[in-house]
């Protein structure tokens, strides 16, 4: 029920697994999930715990540079949200997708990218995001009443200082959040 597609930003290339429900699609379309992997794991994570009780959403599990992803000191430098906002508008133009209901999950290393996404993807489609394990960096956020984004996205490492979020930055309203540790 999986298949792997490619898609690229900047210079970097994405392979993902998907899963589509196989009974008929709502009229609304299917919500999704976009699921990403802990570090050192792959995009197949769709296919495990907790992601496949979901059977009534399409579930995409990219896989990061490196089987990383770009935040803080990990080992990716990759355009990742550059790429998760260019896949959720590629997700809105099938006519299987609920286009208002398109969440973004992580685990660990995955979920430090969700909370990226959190604070720095506006885009009203996404309703939910829900990292599992990790939680935000202490650079991203002040008391959850200021939160921070890279200066240059690409740049999460701490060669900008504050391990590059310097850039305070409101996020989007109508959306949830469930974080879930331990």
């Known amino acids: 029920d999986s298949a792997c597609y490619p898609a690229t930003a900047g210079m970097h290339q994405y392979v993902s697994d998907i899963y589509v429900p196989t009974n008929e699609s709502p009229a609304n379309g299917y919500p999704v999930m976009i699921c990403l992997h802990g570090n050192g794991a792959s995009g197949s994570v769709i296919n495990n715990a907790p992601y496949n009780l979901l059977t009534d959403h399409i579930r995409v599990g990219p896989t990061g540079s490196f089987a990383s992803w770009n935040i803080v000191d990990e080992n990716s430098v990759a355009p990742d949200i550059q790429y998760l906002k260019e896949l959720i508008n590629l997700l809105k133009t099938f006519n299987n997708v609920d286009a208002t209901k398109i969440r973004i999950s992580g685990i660990s290393n995955g979920a430090a990218l969700a909370c990226r996404a959190f604070v720095e993807i506006d885009d009203p489609a996404v309703d ?13 956020v002040n008391n959850f009443t200021q939160f921070f984004m890279p200066t240059d996205h690409l740049d999460t490492s701490g060669s900008a200082g504050s391990y590059g979020y310097t850039v305070q930055k409101v996020p989007a309203t109508g959306r949830k959040i469930l974080m879930m540790q331990n």
């Not at 939910?128 to 991203?140: D, G, K, M």
């Open 128 to 140: 939910l995001i829900v990292p599992i394990v990790s939680q935000f960096h202490t650079n991203e």
